[in-house]
Antibody, heavy 118, light 107 residues
């Protein structure tokens, strides 16, 4: 079964750092286009970052220079390192991927909540 | 960055109604557009990809159309389980952008 499971969320003070993990099963992370998408409480969806199978990475302007997407092929896991966190980074963070020839993300994790507050 | 303008932001409808939601891209995106349904506390669910292709397992009452800059999601006969928020997503760019969402509520 194809599955994504995010972990690592929690309460963090402004300026702090957190690393989210997304463990994949049923497919190979390194062969897929993997994304992080977030949703602030009561708000819409925002695509945060993507890593292509070839290793190219892209970031939303709102997180550029603060967040880093990466993967560990041996663990079949995607990561999001978040530094210099701000209150406006408070959100549920989802990892997501497309499968086969469909690039549009069709498989999503359950999400992990990050709360940035003093 | 490509902006996606989705409308309406909310609508009230009855079971059996035909519902239409639109998305307009700030520049041409070919047919690189998907539609999602999201229920409270749940991850988004892909309904339509490539503007008009029905994702496996999604009921045929959902359909999508459009190309270039203007796109439409249609629910032909609204069912009780369809009350949710719907989002469009352009994945033409290397980093996609979502529309603002449309909340479909019970009239």
């Amino acid at each position: 079964e194809v599955q994504l499971v995010e972990t690592g969320g929690g309460l963090i003070q402004p300026g702090g750092s957190l690393r989210l993990s997304c463990a994949a099963s049923g497919f190979t992370v390194s062969s897929n286009y993997m994304s992080w998408v977030r949703q602030a409480p009561g708000k819409g969806l925002e695509w945060v970052s993507v890593i292509y199978s070839g290793g190219s990475t892209y970031y939303a302007d709102s997180v550029k220079g603060r967040f880093t997407i990466s993967r560990d092929n041996s663990k079949n896991t995607l990561y999001l390192q978040m530094n210099s966190l701000r209150a406006e980074d408070t959100a549920v963070y989802y990892c997501a991927t497309g499968l086969g020839t469909v690039v549009t993300p069709s498989v999503w994790g359950q999400g992990t909540l990050v709360t940035v507050s003093s | 960055a490509i902006q996606m303008t989705q409308s309406p932001s909310s609508l009230s409808a009855s079971v059996g109604d035909r519902v239409t939601i639109t998305c307009r891209a700030s520049q041409g995106i070919r047919n690189d557009l998907g539609w999602y349904q999201q229920k409270p506390g749940k991850a988004p669910k892909l309904l339509i990809y490539a503007a008009s292709s029905l994702q496996s397992g999604v009921p045929s009452r959902f359909s999508g159309s459009g190309s270039g800059t203007d796109f439409t999601l249609t629910i032909s006969s609204l069912q009780p389980e369809d009350f949710a928020t719907y989002y469009c997503l352009q994945d033409y760019n290397y980093l996609g952008t979502f529309g603002q969402g449309t909340k479909v509520e019970i009239k």
